[in-house]
């Protein structure tokens, strides 16, 4: 059997018991974050109450398995496993790769695939962050009139859409489609406690809130979906928007990576459409 990996002799002389208590502590956090007792997070994982709750006090040390384990039944990000791992004294064992890496070339296609597939609709490629990653031909139509200033790298997809000298002032729903956003991303942060998100947040919210020049979702959606009605030089497009995300990624990066698609609520926003495909 291969050992288990374990951090430099230097990194582990700090104080053994200070990096166990380090560990519980994540682990209480994410276990609160959950809403699950003690007793409910042991039963999943199939250990002793006792013993979660000395590895929560830093009492006993965790193996790497249980640490494995505890992050599988909390849905911790991967990101966050590594944190936790490295508190244990264990090393990382989920990879970070750029995009671009020649190890996710595949995965990369894959992204491309589903992007240009999509077209005449848009569709883009976002991180944990919302910040732009890909995008298709269908998406920079929609962009006009945008300052300059919010299109340069790294675009914020968020920022992008509610900030008054971006899309802001041609959503025609704003009021519906903003609260949608920062519902959206208060989730995100209840499961990823992300500091950057919250950040974004808080930014966002700071943003002009201006009252709906539309009423609500119209009556055919059923209150089922809100959708994104966006005035353009063709009219106003009304889409639905979907998520897509990769089943099994075990790269950090795969992990947090998001594909936006948006269709056409409408026969008439689908002919847009194609009109401003065919354009571009």
Known sequence: MEPVPRLGYGARMQSSMTDYREVG???????????????????????????????????????????LNLCERLEVPLRDRNTLLVAAGYAPVFPQRALDDPALRQARAAVDLVLNGHEPYPALAIDRHWTL??????????????????????VNVLRLSLHPEGLAPRIANLAEWRAHLLERLRQQIEITADAKLIALREELRALPAPISRAPPAPDRFAGIVVPLQ?????????????????????????SELAIESFFPADAATAQAMQRLAARA
């Open 25 to 67: 502590r994540y682990l209480r956090e994410w276990r609160q974050r959950r809403r699950m007792s003690q007793l409910d997070l042991a039963l999943d994982a199939e250990i002793s109450t006792r013993h979660l709750s000395f590895v929560e006090t830093g009492r006993a040390q965790p193996s790497r398995d249980m640490v």
């Open 133 to 154: 990653l890909a995008a298709n031909r269908a998406v920079a139509p929609l962009l006009a009139g945008v300052q300059q200033a919010l299109l340069e790298p790294p």
């Open 230 to 254: 966006l005035v353009t030089e063709t009219g106003t497009l009304s889409m639905l928007s979907t998520t897509t995300v990769f089943g099994t990624p075990v790269d950090v990066t795969l």
